[in-house]
Each structure stands twice: as structure tokens, then as C-alpha cells.
């Protein structure tokens, strides 16, 4: 079956360590998107590309990386200017074209220890 | 700025007892609209798009309707089982990108 997998589905921190957490997608989805949710916040956008080789900040893209050298892949970097990390990051993809919406992946819990 | 605004942020209901959902938004030119359900620790699960004012789409229990500037989740009958935050979404025009409201969290006890 065709779908998103992010992994892990938890990963610890520690105080000055990137981390990368992992997004793959075989529903042959030309764009893919990076969201964090914090409670009573909503869903907040970080990182989207729209096709290999491009990507473009979103609303909260500092702090993070990201890379998109395979259309199946959209690998996400907490980098240690992130002060506040501890989330529930969101991988997302859609068709690219038209108002389709978003498949989400199963999302990754990041505590800071 | 665009904006989405979902009411009330947590709604509890007796099994049975109806109720609905409310997402206004202020968006120029909407190109869809979208209903999510989420459950905890889990990603958001696709449940409506709707494109035009008057628009209505139903799925079991739910019932989703838009207007020029609200968009309203009813919710019939509902079950236990029905509990979860459900997200409303709106489509940037000239963009693929979503915004999000901040959820509305729904409990209902049996």
C-alpha cells in the first residue's frame, strides 16, 4: 500500500545535538512538507519542496534543515539553534497539482533530555 | 494574513447528543478547504475537501458544509468513538501550501 513512513516514531535530544528525522513516500507525490504541532497551536509549516532540488522556508524555518535530493525523500534536521525542539513533527505530500490536500505520515515525538 | 478559526477549541458530548463544528477563515480567492481528523499520537487522517460555497459532503456519522467564509463539521449521532481533534484547513491561492486552524478537540461519552 502506497503511504508516508516517518521514523522515528520518538526520538531524544540532548542539549546542543542535531538530530534527523526521516520521511519517506511512495504515492509518487511531487511535493512534500515539514510541520510541527504544539499543543493549542495548531499545526505551524517549517520546510516545503515542490519538486527534487528545491525547497522553500515556511513559517518556522529556523533552526531546522532540510534536503530533497529524491523525489521519495524529505529528510528533516533539528539543528542545535533550534532552542525549543520538543514537538510532534509532521511529514506531509501531495500531488503538487490541483487542491488534492495532504497525506500525512504517523509523525515523530522529539523531547529534548 | 490569512487565517483559519476553528470554534469551540474543545466541545464534550453525551453519546447521541448532536452537535457541530465550526472553521471561518479569511482567506482571498479559496481554492479548497479541508476536514482532518486526528487522533492522539497519531498524523491527521483526510476526511472532506470542499471547493464551493454550498457545498455539502457527508461520511457516516459527519456532515461537512462551506460557505463564502465558515465552513461547519456537523456531527449526528455521534459515538465514542468519534472522539478525536478534528482540523480544519484552507489552500493558499497560487499555492499547494495548507494553513491550519488549531483544532477543535471533540470527547464523547457513552
Known amino acids: 500500500d502506497g503511504g508516508i513512513t516517518q521514523s522515528p516514531k520518538y526520538l531524544f535530544r540532548k542539549e546542543g545535538q542535531n538530530v534527523t528525522l526521516s520521511c519517506e513516500q511512495n504515492l509518487n507525490h511531487d511535493a512534500m512538507y515539514w510541520y510541527r504541532q504544539d499543543p493549542g497551536q495548531g499545526l505551524r509549516l517549517i520546510y516545503y519542496s515542490q519538486i527534487v532540488n528545491d525547497f522553500q522556508k515556511g513559517d518556522i524555518a529556523e533552526g531546522y534543515s532540510v534536503s530533497r535530493e529524491k523525489k521519495e525523500s524529505f529528510p528533516l534536521t533539528v539543528t542545535s539553534a533550534q532552542k525549543n525542539p520538543t514537538a510532534f513533527y509532521l511529514c506531509?505530500?501531495?500531488?503538487?497539482?490541483?487542491?488534492?490536500?495532504?497525506?500525512f505520515g504517523s509523525g515523530t515525538r522529539l523531547t529534548v533530555v | 494574513e490569512d487565517q483559519v478559526t476553528q470554534s469551540p477549541e474543545a466541545l464534550r458530548l453525551q453519546e447521541g447528543e448532536s452537535s457541530s463544528l465550526n472553521c471561518s477563515y479569511t482567506?482571498?480567492?479559496?481554492?479548497?478547504l479541508f476536514w482532518y481528523r486526528q487522533d492522539p499520537g497519531k498524523g491527521p487522517e483526510f476526511l472532506f475537501t470542499l471547493y464551493s460555497a454550498g457545498e455539502e459532503k457527508e461520511k457516516e456519522r459527519l456532515k461537512a458544509t462551506l460557505t463564502k467564509k465558515e465552513s461547519f463539521l456537523h456531527i449526528t449521532a455521534p459515538k465514542p468513538e468519534d472522539s478525536a481533534t478534528y482540523l480544519c484547513?484552507?489552500?493558499?491561492?497560487?499555492?499547494?501550501?495548507?494553513?491550519f486552524g488549531k483544532g477543535m478537540k471533540l470527547t464523547v461519552n457513552p
Open positions: 506531509a505530500s501531495s500531488i503538487g497539482q490541483g487542491t488534492y490536500g495532504y497525506t
Open positions: 484547513a484552507v489552500q493558499v491561492p497560487g499555492s499547494e501550501k495548507l494553513v
Open positions: 482567506v482571498s480567492g479559496l481554492r479548497g
